[in-house]
């Protein structure tokens, strides 16, 4: 719990304390598992204290769909915008991202798919994140000498894997993804990385 959470939170909790408890549940159950009582019930607080911090369940599924598109949207671009001297650091940069599993949640982006099947909203919302990160991706291919039509045909390529990890729930290892790195790199890229990015890549997940 932040500092923010421990200041706020009391008989009523604190905003960031349900909203957390309505993400995991989400993640471990799905939308439909989230309803405020439960979460009450699960926090130890009372329903009423809630309304506190949101208006209803609609602004809280709201505020759910907000978080993600802050840490998951957020981490990639931030991830495509780093600085990085060569387009196969680059490409690392952003692959790191989706190893580590911190900034960007892969079950987080995996729950709000399934939930875009149930709601049209929801999938306009999804299908507008998709373009924010592709187009990130596309800019980074840009930024290291591509033309633009090439570059958003190889960010297509790189994003729609990673999608395709989430959707499928691929279980690797850390050590199998990382080992894996320098292929995808020059199969996006068409060029290697060297062995001192590899090495700081490694050094990076610990392998």
């Excluded at 009582?37 to 009423?48: G, H, M, V, Y």
């Excluded at 931030?78 to 949640?105: H, M, Q």
């Excluded at 980074?140 to 990890?165: C, K, M, S, T």
């Amino acid at each position: 719990m932040d500092a923010e959470t421990e200041n706020t939170a009391g008989w009523r909790g604190s905003r960031a304390l349900w909203l957390d408890a309505a993400r995991q549940v989400f993640v471990e159950t799905g939308v439909d598992a989230v309803k405020i009582q439960p979460l009450a019930e699960r926090l130890s607080l009372s329903r009423t204290s809630f309304y506190w911090f949101f208006k209803d369940r609609a602004a809280l599924l709201n505020a759910l769909l907000e978080h993600w598109e802050e840490t998951n949207t957020g981490a990639l671009i931030d991830a495509c915008d780093a600085y990085a001297e060569t387009l196969s650091e680059a490409i690392l940069n952003l692959i790191s991202v989706f190893i580590a599993e911190t900034d960007f949640d892969p079950r987080l982006d995996f729950s709000v798919r399934g939930w875009a099947a149930q709601s049209a909203d929801v999938m306009a919302r999804v299908a507008s994140a998709d373009e924010r990160r592709i187009a990130a991706i596309k800019a980074l291919f840009v930024r290291f000498g591509f033309a633009p039509e090439e570059a958003d045909v190889r960010a297509h390529a790189v994003y729609l894997v990673q999608i395709g990890y989430i959707s499928l729930q691929v279980a690797e290892d850390t050590a199998t993804r990382v080992n894996r790195a320098s292929e995808y790199v020059r199969i996006y890229t068409g060029r290697a990385p060297s062995a001192r990015e590899l090495a700081r890549f490694r050094a990076r997940h610990e392998c």
